[in-house]
Antibody
């Protein structure tokens, strides 16, 4: 069955960096678009970033553009999110999800909590 | 950016009730709309995509309708496990956006 497992979250100071990972299994990872979506505590869902199946097309939300970098390693069935210059407003649970252009997010990981605080 | 207005934000209902949730777009999105259910502490789960297509394994009491700018999620006979928060999401154009959410609570 499809599984997405995020890791790498934690507590970081404002201005710091963190790298999230998402390990995929149960499907042919290299065939699918992938995205990161976040949810601030008690708030709604916000799409953060998208990467095409080959990695050739990448999109970011304006709120993270220039600070976050999405990437993937199809040989390792893994998705990544490098987060730099973190701000308090980046505090959220970060989900990796399968989907993006023209398709919904049909599978989600369990999420990893990122807390940005001094 | 496509803005989404989801209503109501809170819905109080009883087991067995028929409930509807609305999602309105700031511009037409054809049928590129999905509905998700989220329970506390859990990841969202896809219920409906393409406005009206039930995701595999989702009970038939859930249904979706609409196209263009106005969409509806209906739960025909509310069950105890349906008390949760529901989100609509458009995947017609970047950036993909979600509605604000509707919390369905026990009356």
């Amino acid at each position: 069955q499809v599984q997405l497992v995020e890791s790498g979250g934690g507590l970081v100071k404002p201005g710091g960096s963190l790298r999230l990972s998402c390990a995929a299994s149960g499907f042919t990872f290299s065939d699918y678009y992938m995205s990161w979506i976040r949810q601030a505590p008690g708030k709604g869902l916000e799409w953060v970033s998208y990467i095409s199946s080959s990695g050739s097309t990448i999109y970011y939300a304006d709120s993270v553009k220039g600070r976050f970098t999405i990437s993937r390693d199809n040989a390792k069935n893994s998705l990544y999110l490098q987060m730099n210059s973190l701000r308090a407003e980046d505090t959220a649970v970060y989900y990796c999800a399968r989907g993006g252009v023209d398709v919904p997010f049909d599978y989600w990981g369990q999420g990893t909590l990122v807390t940005v605080s001094s | 950016v496509i803005w989404m207005t989801q209503s109501p934000s809170l819905l109080s209902a009883s087991t067995g009730d028929r409930v509807t949730i609305s999602c309105r777009m700031s511009q037409g999105i054809s049928s590129y709309l999905a509905w998700y259910q989220q329970k506390p502490g859990k990841a969202p789960e896809l219920l409906i995509y393409a406005a009206s297509t039930l995701q595999s394994g989702v009970p038939s009491r859930f249904s979706g309708s609409g196209s263009g700018t106005d969409f509806t999620l209906t739960i025909s006979c509310l069950q105890s496990e349906d008390f949760a928060t529901y989100y609509c999401q458009q995947y017609y154009s970047f950036p993909w956006t979600f509605g604000q959410g509707t919390k369905v609570e026990i009356k």
